[in-house]
C-alpha cells in the first residue's frame, strides 16, 4: 500500500513514482495550487496538488486536518529559493499524481499541537500519541528494546519468557490477584518480578537468562511506584560480581552512545564499606554530598552529656 515513508524521502529518490500513507498535518490553498503537509511515523513531507490533475484536485480540495490519507506521485527536488530548512525532506517534494481518503476527521477534541492537560492527554491518547515528542520517545523507547536484546544475545544471553499467571509469593508489595473460572474460590497472582521462575532456570542449567518483562505490583501511586512496570531483567551463574558490573556498565555504556550519542566515560566505583563510613547509607545522593564528619577529638573533653 506504500512504498515509502513521509519522513525518509530525500533528493536520492528525485524523479521516482511513490506511494505515501498518512495523515494531513496541515493544508494550504495557495493562489490555486494545493499544498499538503503530509505526516507519518518518520515525518513530515509537502505534497503538491495541481489543478491540472482534474481526478484528484476536487478530493484535495475536501481534505482537512488529520484526514487519513494515501498520496501517490513523483518525487521533485525543490527550487533553492523554496528549500525548508526546517524539515528533514526540505530539499524535496512530491507531485501528486494520485489521491484517496482512506478516513475523514471529525473535528479533533484537543490540538495535539497545543498544550492540553494531562488528563486530556491520557483521555485521548491515540491522539496525543501523535505529537512528535511522544512519537520520537515511542520510537526511542523501541530502539533501546532492540539494543538490549542483540547486545544481550552477543553476550550469550538467552531471552526466556516466563509466566504471568502464577501464585502469590511474599515480596515486597501486594499482589494483584486474578480470579480462576475453573477452580472457584482460587486465585492467580500476577508476578511482582520473575525472581522464582529464573532461579529455576539457574538450577535447569539456564546460566545466562534475560527477558524484558512486565511487573505488576499493587501499590498507591507515587513518584516511583507505579502499578504495572517493564523492567530488563537478568540473572547468571558462574560469574562474578565483577563480571555482573563490567557487563552492565558495558550495556548502559553502549546503549547511551548509539542512541544518544553521549559517551559517560567509565563508571565511578564506592566500595559499600566507604559509602556507610562516609554517608551513613549504601545509596548516597552524590549530587548533594551530605557527608558524616567525626568531631569525637572536638567534643571529648566537652562535660555536657
Avoid at 484535495?60 to 529559493?81: H, M, W, Y
Amino acid at each position: 500500500m506504500r512504498t515509502h515513508y513521509c519522513g525518509n524521502l530525500n533528493k536520492s529518490l528525485a524523479g521516482q513514482t511513490v506511494e505515501l500513507c498518512g495523515w494531513v498535518n496541515r493544508r494550504r490553498d495557495l493562489g490555486g495550487l494545493i499544498f499538503i503537509d503530509m505526516r507519518d511515523r518518520e515525518g513530515i513531507v509537502q505534497v503538491v496538488v495541481d489543478p491540472d490533475m482534474k481526478d484528484i484536485f476536487p478530493i484535495a480540495n475536501q481534505l482537512r486536518n488529520e484526514f487519513c490519507i494515501k498520496f501517490t506521485g513523483e518525487v521533485r527536488v525543490r527550487p533553492d529559493s523554496q528549500v525548508n530548512k526546517d524539515m528533514a525532506t526540505g530539499e524535496v517534494e512530491l507531485y501528486a499524481t494520485g489521491l484517496e481518503i482512506i478516513n475523514r476527521s471529525e473535528a479533533l477534541p484537543l490540538d495535539f499541537n497545543q498544550t492540553n492537560s494531562e488528563e486530556q492527554r491520557l483521555k485521548y491518547r491515540y491522539i496525543d500519541l501523535r505529537r512528535p515528542e511522544m512519537s520520537d520517545r515511542i520510537k526511542l523507547r523501541a530502539r533501546a528494546s532492540s539494543f538490549v536484546r542483540r547486545f544481550l544475545d552477543e553476550n550469550l544471553f538467552l531471552d526466556i519468557e516466563t509466566p504471568v499467571l502464577t501464585k502469590a509469593t511474599p515480596e515486597g508489595a501486594r499482589d494483584y490477584l486474578v480470579p480462576s473460572r475453573v477452580h472457584k474460590g482460587s486465585f492467580y497472582a500476577l508476578p511482582q518480578s520473575p525472581q522464582l521462575f529464573k532461579q529455576l532456570l539457574m538450577m535447569s542449567g539456564f546460566d545466562r537468562y534475560y527477558q524484558i518483562v512486565k511487573c505488576f505490583r499493587d501499590e498507591d501511586l507515587r513518584a516511583d511506584r507505579q502499578p504495572e512496570f517493564t523492567q530488563i531483567d537478568i540473572e547468571t551463574s558462574f560469574m562474578s560480581s565483577q563480571e555482573v558490573r563490567n557487563i552492565t556498565e558495558k550495556l548502559v555504556h553502549d546503549m547511551w552512545k548509539e542512541l544518544l550519542d553521549v559517551e559517560l566515560g567509565q563508571f565511578p566505583v564506592m566500595p559499600f564499606s566507604e559509602a556507610i563510613r562516609r554517608f551513613g547509607s549504601d545509596k548516597p545522593d552524590l549530587r548533594n554530598p551530605l557527608e558524616l564528619v567525626d568531631v569525637a577529638d572536638l567534643v571529648k573533653d566537652v562535660e555536657f552529656k
